[in-house]
C-alpha cells in the first residue's frame, strides 16, 4: 500500500510517527509531507522520518488563505507523482481532503477539535472518513468513526512511550522537585482568532513560583521578565518532562491533555474552555484536566492542587485511564491496512477496537 501523510501541526509529528514505523517495517511505502510550523522539521528529523516540505504557517487569515492555495498545488504535484491509494492527515487538515478529491484516492482525518469550525466548513464535504475520540460533542454525519480514546494515545501510551529521566539532569532537577510547566500559545491558528488565555503572566508565574520551579515552554516571544524561566531543553523531549512535572498548566490544549495521559495534573486556561469533548471526559470521568476559561479560577485550582499534591493517586488515574481506552497507534494500522474493510468491519462491531490496547 501506498500512503501519503500530510502533517501540518508539530502535534501531528507525534499523532503519526509510531503509525509511520510500523507501517513501513510491515512493507508499506509512505511519502509524508510538512507544512513548516514551529518545530515541526525538528521533530521530524529527531524520529528519522524524510519529508517533503509543502508550504509554511502563516499568521493572518488572508496569508492563510492564499498559502493554502499554494500548499494545496504542491502537494497535489507530489500526489500525482507519488500516486498513494490513501492520504492522511491530522486535525482540520483540508489538503488531503481536497487533494484526495482530485485524485480520486480516499482521505482520512483524525480530528478532536470541535471548534475548529473554518476547517470544517472547508474539509468535510470532500474527506472521505473522519475518525473522532467517542467523547467528541459533534455529530458530523455518516463519514464520522469514532474510537474509544485519544489523540495523546498514539504516542503516549504505555506501548510506545517509556519516560526519560535524564531531562531532569539537564535542568538540574530531580524525581522529588516540585516543579510547574506552563505553557503560552500563540493564538494565531485559524480556530484560535478572537481567543484569549493568560493575560497577566508575570503574576502568574510568581504565584505558581511560590511552590516550585517554573519552566515555561511558549510559542511566541515572552516578556522581558519571563526569559529566564524559559526552558531549554529539544521539543521531543518535552513529554519525559510533563511526565515528571509536579503540574502542568496553560493554554497550551494539546500540551493539556498529554500531561493528563502522562497522570500528570492538568489546568487548562483558555476562553476555549468546555468545548471539547476529550477535556470535558478528561475532567468528569478521570479527573485529570481541569478547564477554565479564566486566569483567577485556572490559577486558584493550580494552587490548590499544588497544596494537596499525592503523585500516587494521580498516576492511579492514569492507570484507569488506560484501563478504558485503546491503543491509537494499532487502531490506526489496523484501520488503514484493512481499508476499506475496516470500515464496514468497524460499523458492524465497534466492539472490534477492543483488540487493540
Request: proline share 4%.
Amino acid at each position: 500500500m501506498k500512503i501519503l501523510i500530510n502533517i501540518a501541526h508539530p502535534a501531528q509529528v507525534h499523532l503519526f510517527k509510531n503509525f509511520i514505523r510500523i507501517m513501513r517495517d510491515r512493507g508499506h511505502e509512505l511519502m509524508v509531507t510538512v507544512v513548516d510550523k514551529e518545530v515541526s522539521l525538528r521533530l521530524l528529523e529527531a524520529e528519522g522520518i524524510e519529508y517533503q516540505i509543502v508550504g509554511r504557517a502563516r499568521n493572518s487569515l488572508l496569508q492563510k488563505a492564499t498559502e493554502m492555495i499554494a500548499i494545496e498545488k504542491r502537494l497535489y504535484h507530489v500526489s500525482r507523482e507519488f500516486r498513494p491509494d490513501i492520504l492522511l492527515g491530522g486535525v482540520g487538515n483540508v489538503y488531503v481532503a481536497h487533494v484526495g478529491k482530485l485524485i480520486k484516492k480516499p482521505s482520512i482525518v483524525f480530528d478532536d477539535t470541535e471548534h475548529a469550525r473554518i476547517e470544517h466548513l472547508l474539509m468535510d464535504p470532500f474527506v472521505t472518513y473522519i475518525l473522532t475520540p467517542s467523547c467528541y460533542l459533534k455529530d458530523l454525519g455518516p463519514k464520522q468513526i469514532r474510537y474509544n480514546g485519544y489523540h495523546e494515545l498514539a504516542y503516549l501510551h504505555p506501548n510506545y512511550f517509556k519516560p526519560d529521566p535524564s531531562v531532569l539532569d539537564e535542568l538540574g532537577l530531580s524525581k522529588g522537585d516540585t516543579f510547574i510547566v506552563l505553557r503560552f500559545v500563540s493564538w494565531t491558528a485559524s480556530h484560535d482568532v478572537g481567543q484569549k488565555g493568560i493575560r497577566n503572566r508575570v503574576n502568574f508565574v510568581k504565584e505558581l513560583e511560590k511552590y516550585g520551579t517554573v519552566l515555561i515552554t511558549s510559542e511566541g516571544k515572552l516578556e522581558k521578565e519571563l526569559r529566564q524561566y524559559q526552558v531549554k531543553i529539544p521539543p521531543e523531549k518535552i513529554h519525559d518532562l510533563l511526565y515528571y512535572a509536579t503540574l502542568y498548566v496553560g493554554e497550551g490544549a494539546t500540551m493539556a491533555s498529554e500531561a493528563a495521559v502522562l497522570g500528570t495534573p492538568a489546568i487548562y486556561i483558555s476562553s476555549l474552555a468546555k468545548t471539547m469533548g476529550n477535556f470535558i471526559e478528561l475532567e468528569e470521568r478521570y479527573g485529570l484536566v481541569y478547564s477554565y476559561a479564566t486566569e483567577d479560577k485556572g490559577l486558584q485550582k493550580a494552587l490548590e492542587v499544588l497544596e494537596n499534591y499525592n503523585r500516587h493517586e494521580w498516576k492511579k488515574r492514569r492507570k484507569k485511564l488506560l484501563g478504558d481506552k485503546i491503543d491509537l497507534t494499532s487502531f490506526m494500522v489496523w484501520f488503514v491496512e484493512n481499508y476499506p474493510e475496516s470500515v464496514r468491519e468497524f460499523k458492524e462491531n465497534p466492539k472490534i477496537q477492543y483488540r487493540f490496547r
